[in-house]
């Protein structure tokens, strides 16, 4: 269990070690946070390199 604590002007929620760590996320990942209302939840998923779009592009070296 978390407590939500205020740091400056907002509220905060810490993730423990074990979570971070099962989750492959270290300190300075960014990460998108979003609100489900519907089912008083909150949705945390990892943003940049680890979700790139994939365009199976193939490059050849050139050859003078």
Do not use: C, Y
């Amino acid at each position: 269990m978390r407590k939500i604590f205020k740091t400056g002007h907002s509220l905060a929620v810490t993730l423990s070690k074990k979570v971070l760590e099962d989750l492959g996320w270290k300190e300075g990942d960014r990460v998108e946070v979003n609100a489900d209302a519907d089912h008083r939840r909150v949705i945390i998923k990892p943003v940049g390199h680890r979700e790139q779009l994939s365009l199976g592009i193939k490059v050849r070296p050139s050859f003078k």
